[in-house]
């Protein structure tokens, strides 16, 4: 499998070093502004690398494409001509829509929209997966191959699910730090330093994510758990449980992650 990478930014490095430690190859880059690492990992793995769509010389079998939804309106048709002589055309850029994609890439372009996310750094994300028309079983079984070097996969049967994908995992590493910056907060408004403060929340976060991971319970049981009737946690709960609490907060929040990603179509 011949793969074609456009983007070599923070989540297509990490798709890149993801494959490379799968043994993928040949891999073949397009980045008009490659950094340093991806200059140096590029010259030790013999990756070619490129500046631009126009300098690849051999149709891939899998093109995927990492570069920002505005960036993608302007170059989408200078891919074109990989879609036409075959390559399935995987996109990851948020709220760009298949029909977008197809007036690009024509209508006979195998179309897989992705959505992954930043833990994907560390081989620890998610990535949600959507499949248009004509494309084919193993065209699915390639592209979860591909974006498993990043952690999970999820395909979902609807792709305005998308959108919801982005909305709650592509985002939600956001959601998290800021529940370490406001914990921290907090910690130092009850007295600790912001040192001691910050350390405790990363922590508690982080240690709390890893459980998730480890423990397949619900959260509700993992959450119940923690909690003793009448004790501090407990009188935690009881002001972010609150009608307008956590979950009513977060229902806003991921709504207007969703709204945004469609405007962006």
């Given at each position: 499998?011949?793969?074609?990478?456009?983007?070599?930014?923070?989540?297509?490095?990490?798709?890149?070093?993801?494959?490379?430690?799968?043994?993928?190859?040949?891999?073949?880059?397009?980045?008009?502004?490659?950094?340093?690492?991806?200059?140096?990992?590029?010259?030790a793995?013999?990756?070619?690398?490129?500046?631009?769509?126009?300098?690849?010389?051999?149709?891939?079998?899998?093109?995927?494409?990492?570069?920002?939804?505005?960036?993608?309106?302007?170059?989408?048709?200078?891919?074109?001509?990989?879609?036409?002589?075959?390559?399935?055309?995987?996109?990851?850029?948020?709220?760009?829509?298949?029909?977008?994609?197809?007036?690009?890439w024509?209508?006979?372009?195998?179309?897989?929209?992705?959505?992954?996310?930043?833990?994907?750094?560390?081989?620890?994300?998610?990535?949600?997966?959507?499949?248009?028309?004509?494309?084919?079983?193993?065209?699915?079984?390639?592209?979860?191959?591909?974006?498993?070097?990043?952690?999970?996969?999820?395909?979902?049967?609807?792709?305005?699910?998308?959108?919801?994908?982005?909305?709650?995992?592509?985002?939600?590493?956001?959601?998290?730090?800021?529940?370490?910056?406001?914990?921290?907060?907090?910690?130092?408004?009850?007295?600790?330093?912001?040192?001691?403060?910050?350390?405790?929340?990363?922590?508690?976060?982080?240690?709390?994510?890893?459980?998730?991971?480890?423990?397949?319970?619900?959260?509700?049981?993992?959450?119940?758990?923690?909690?003793?009737?009448?004790?501090?946690?407990?009188?935690?709960?009881?002001?972010?449980?609150?009608?307008d609490?956590?979950?009513?907060?977060m229902?806003?929040?991921?709504?207007?992650?969703r709204?945004?990603?469609?405007?962006?179509?």
């Amino acid at each position: 499998m011949s793969v074609l990478l456009i983007g070599a930014g923070r989540m297509g490095g990490a798709l890149l070093k993801g494959w490379l430690a799968r043994g993928v190859k040949p891999i073949t880059v397009v980045e008009p502004k490659p950094s340093a690492e991806l200059r140096k990992l590029a010259n030790a793995k013999k990756i070619s690398l490129l500046s631009a769509p126009s300098q690849v010389t051999k149709n891939p079998s899998v093109c995927v494409v990492a570069i920002k939804p505005q960036v993608l309106k302007g170059e989408a048709a200078t891919l074109a001509g990989f879609a036409n002589d075959g390559a399935l055309m995987i996109s990851i850029a948020a709220g760009t829509s298949v029909m977008a994609l197809t007036r690009a890439w024509g209508a006979k372009a195998r179309i897989i929209r992705a959505m992954p996310n930043t833990p994907g750094a560390i081989g620890a994300g998610i990535t949600g997966m959507y499949a248009a028309k004509g494309v084919t079983p193993a065209d699915k079984k390639r592209a979860t191959s591909l974006l498993a070097a990043l952690g999970d996969t999820e395909w979902v049967g609807k792709e305005g699910l998308i959108d919801s994908v982005t909305a709650v995992s592509g985002s939600g590493p956001a959601y998290l730090f800021l529940m370490v910056e406001a914990l921290t907060d907090a910690g130092v408004a009850e007295g600790l330093s912001k040192v001691q403060a910050e350390k405790f929340a990363r922590a508690t976060v982080a240690g709390a994510g890893a459980l998730l991971a480890a423990d397949k319970s619900p959260a509700s049981a993992l959450r119940e758990a923690v909690t003793s009737p009448g004790g501090t946690t407990a009188a935690a709960l009881s002001v972010l449980m609150a009608k307008d609490g956590l979950t009513t907060l977060m229902k806003r929040a991921v709504k207007a992650a969703r709204k945004r990603a469609q405007e962006l179509r």
